[in-house]
């Protein structure tokens, strides 16, 4: 399920944090800016307070600004803080 993904940037991604090419959306930007290889998308969701959290994941990791972590690289904390959110 996406809710327990994490996802990290890609090296485009950081290019992207670096340069600010206007090639994103603010929603995009703003969930790319929370995407940092530790927080999972439901925590990405509440942070962002974006509804359609999803969709804008599956997009950046479409056009290559993110990526899904090995669910085995999962930190610790994230694992045993049990989240489960339903979408």
Not at 5 to 13: A, L, M, R, S, V
């Given at each position: 399920m996406i809710a327990d993904?994490?996802?990290?940037?890609?090296?485009?991604?950081r290019t992207e944090m670096e340069t600010k090419s206007d090639a994103l959306s603010m929603r995009e930007r703003r969930v790319l800016i929370l995407t940092n290889g530790e927080r999972t998308a439901?925590?990405?969701?509440?942070?962002?307070?974006?509804?359609?959290?999803?969709?804008?994941?599956?997009?950046?990791?479409?056009?290559g600004y993110i990526?899904?972590?090995?669910s085995s690289l999962k930190p610790a904390a994230q694992l045993s803080a049990g989240m489960e959110v339903s979408y």
């Open positions: 993904e994490i996802f990290q940037k890609t090296p485009k991604g439901a925590l990405i969701k509440e942070q962002s307070l974006f509804s359609n959290i999803i969709e804008i994941l599956e997009n950046l990791e479409q056009l990526g899904r972590l090995s």
